[in-house]
């Protein structure tokens, strides 16, 4: 195949990195397999177990022969990721560390190590995406740096590298790179791109790599294992406590240790209370958190959010929205939901509204509104505000309504001569 490429391999101990590795080395490629380790599990009283993952990655590389390295970002995962993490709590917001973690973690400073420090032609991880490009192309990528305005000069003529839907839909993890950058997204590979989960375990099984096909998929956020969120947080923030009010009647029904224990639609543990109450509002200067008596009380439902500065893939907007500013495409803000249809509208400061043809339960600030223009994966924006919920809505018209009767009803007065 005349020139060998060099290619390094996010190995995270699990099955989806360890067949990536497996089908690099076939295909020809000088793999080196690399464990990252983000979190010290050492600080804790849980059990995280990068330990055990770092070991099940190693056995593969020996099993492929490859070589094996281990990296440690616990330093820039506290600076980056999770001291921004214990900010948007503080704040009232519920952020996501997955998509945090693959910007500034996996797809920065990793992606780095891979190609200046271990000389790699290209990164690869096992993520269920694919890109517009072909294998040969992500070798030829000069690094380019980001334009310094919101849009560049449009003479400038370079086509993007496009983020698309896997194979799999199912296990499509392209909401989780909707933040990562244009020279990321030019220098990975993504061996998965064309197969289903369950062909990547059949590729497993032949291979022998028994040890990682029998363990759970790794779900939530690593550094919490199994324990109890409040606990966990409660580790890191001072309690501030506030009470519970419900939001039809404004009556106080307990207390609870700090807003930030809780998210938006979460059902409220609310002492000495009988009825399921659900989390709807958050006030973070009254400590108020304001609860509703069912899971889907209109007071959760809305239809509008606007984003901070969206972060588009491509680096530009798309040409329809720069046009009209408006433009019709797919919305999600939770990996597995499904998309739903919507209109974006841009603003002058690149951030974005987005209309949703349905009202959404639980949208949450602090969280990715993703976007998707068919397969495509457009980029993501942090939600940072809320339009009106379905409930504030009814009480306006009802309110309305009233005035209006009540003006009817009003004599009218005798006209003075």
Request: a neutral charge; aromatic letters at 10%.
């Amino acid at each position: 195949m005349g020139l060998v490429r060099h290619v390094v391999c996010a190995m995270s101990g699990g099955v989806d990195s360890s067949v990536a590795a497996l089908l690099l080395k076939r295909r020809g490629y000088s793999v080196t397999g690399v464990f990252m380790k983000n979190w010290d599990s050492l600080d804790e009283s849980g059990v995280c177990s990068a330990e055990k993952d770092c070991e099940d990655a190693y056995r593969v590389c020996q099993s492929l022969d490859i070589p094996f390295h281990q990296v440690s970002y616990v330093k820039e995962y506290w600076h980056e990721v999770f001291s921004n993490l214990l900010k948007e709590y503080e704040k009232g917001r519920t952020p996501n560390p997955d998509i945090l973690c693959n910007k500034h973690i996996k797809f920065n400073h990793f992606q780095k190590y891979a190609i200046n420090t271990l000389g790699a032609d290209a990164m690869a991880t096992g993520h269920y995406a694919r890109t517009s490009q072909e294998d040969e192309e992500v070798f030829q990528q000069p690094h380019s740096a980001p334009p310094p305005t919101l849009f560049r000069d449009r003479f400038e003529i370079r086509n993007p590298v496009r983020l698309y839907k896997g194979a799999d839909l199912l296990k499509d993890q392209t909401f989780f790179l909707s933040q990562i950058s244009q020279d990321a997204l030019r220098q990975t590979m993504f061996p998965l791109a064309g197969l289903t989960k369950e062909f990547v375990k059949k590729i497993a099984a032949e291979a022998g790599f028994d040890h990682v096909l029998k363990k759970k998929e790794s779900m939530g956020i690593c550094f919490i294992g199994e324990r109890n969120f409040e606990n966990f947080i409660l580790e890191y923030l001072e309690p501030k406590p506030g009470n519970f009010v419900c939001i039809e009647d404004g009556t106080v029904l307990g207390t609870h240790k700090g807003w930030f224990t809780l998210t938006l639609g979460q059902r409220a543990r609310i002492g000495g209370q009988k009825k399921a109450m659900f989390v709807v509002d958050k006030d973070v200067v009254t400590g108020d958190v304001f609860v509703a008596p069912t899971t889907n009380h209109p007071s959760l439902f809305r239809d509008t959010v606007r984003t901070d500065r969206f972060h588009w893939l491509t680096v530009d907007p798309p040409p329809e929205l720069v046009r009209t500013q408006m433009m019709e495409c797919h919305f999600h803000f939770i990996h597995q939901m499904p998309l739903i249809p919507c209109t974006v509208t841009l603003n002058m400061d690149g951030t974005v509204w987005i209309s949703l043809s349905q009202p959404v339960r639980a949208l949450t600030p602090g969280q990715f509104a993703v976007l998707y223009k068919g397969d495509e994966c457009l980029g993501s924006g942090k939600i940072i505000q809320l339009g009106p919920s379905e409930y504030t809505l009814q009480k306006g018209r009802e309110r309305l309504v009233a005035a209006a009767v009540q003006q009817k009803e009003q004599p009218t007065p005798e006209p003075t001569s």
